[in-house]
């Protein structure tokens, strides 16, 4: 495998940064993008690799690939609609360290021929799916890394629910990376939940004023969770303010209980809270906690589908401890940090334990479940 692939096997999420000008379904992005200007811009904001566009129909060419060469030494991946193992050739000396190979307008025997091609002249080949069908296509055929799209690139659509399942499946060896419609931090998490390596975020990039500030924001941590929702306008004021993850107690013995799991924008993802067993619920995840003498334990698990994906590093029920944050730090995987946060707290914490997100609810309150406005923004913006 070469550097591209590994590149994007690191620890943690990692982004696939794309230039790309213009877009079939969108029309113009970026006119103007420089991949000379774009490619050390986004490797400084936190890329793993950058994809280049060097087909006309998004605006681009192979002179883009040796652009963004010429400027960086980030790992490339040349995108467009490659069929004969011949033109592989110039997208290397045009500085190509991989190339895409879309299943949906190859067989097994071209796509073959053309990682073949590949692998000789020294490029990875990330090898796009779609669909499930496809899928199967791509861990046969032995493809590393995998590329999983969330666009129907015949009609244009998104589907991002077909894409995260498809993501859970996709064997772990394989480096997997989630493709389009990623906008938010919540949606890149959500890929991340579910197995991806990687994100491959373009249209939300070359829209924004700043393309590296947006790259930044998007794969930056922790998450920010505020817990103990039961009305829609304090899940308003906490998504406004900039959180990702929008908690609901559905535990009967908590004073902030929720009578049900309210929906939440597109920029956060929904978190149901039991303590003993789960039931059923609407939510993208679940927090679990046990229960212990009669109400819940200390630490708890984030579940997607029922698989653990975080430990929740909380304190004991109604006590403090001085030692939470070092037993925190110390937590192996992804570490999900609560108790006693709030604004005048958090960012310490923070700096101390580095977790992958953190949950406050009681100290954001006025009364159990009622949330203080004022104090939600500061602590997501302390956070960030």
Known sequence: MGRFRDALAA????ALAEVKR???SAGDLRPTADPAALAPAFECAGAAAVSVLV???FGGDVADLAAARSASQIP??????FREPQELLALREGGADAVLLLLRDLDDAQTAALMQEAAELGLDALVEAHDAQELDRAVRLGADPIGINARDLTTFHIDRSAQLELVARAPRDRVVVAESGITSRAQGAAAELAGADAILVG???MRARDPAAKLRELISRPLVKVCGLTRSDDVDVAAEAGADLAGFILAEESPRRANEVLPVPETMLSVAVFVGEPLDDLADLVQLYPRENGHRGRDGVLLRGGEPVATVVD?????????HLDRAATTDGRVVLAGGLDSENVRA??????PWAVDASSRLEVAPGIKHHARVRAYVAAAR
């Open 11 to 14: 620890p943690g999420l990692s």
């Open 22 to 24: 213009r877009s079939p």
């Open 55 to 57: 087909d006309a129909r």
């Open 76 to 81: 490339l991946l040349a995108k467009g609609f």
């Open 203 to 205: 249209s939300a990039l």
């Open 315 to 323: 304190l004991p029920w109604q006590q403090s401890d001085y030692g």
């Open 349 to 354: 914490a923070i700096d101390r334990v580095q």
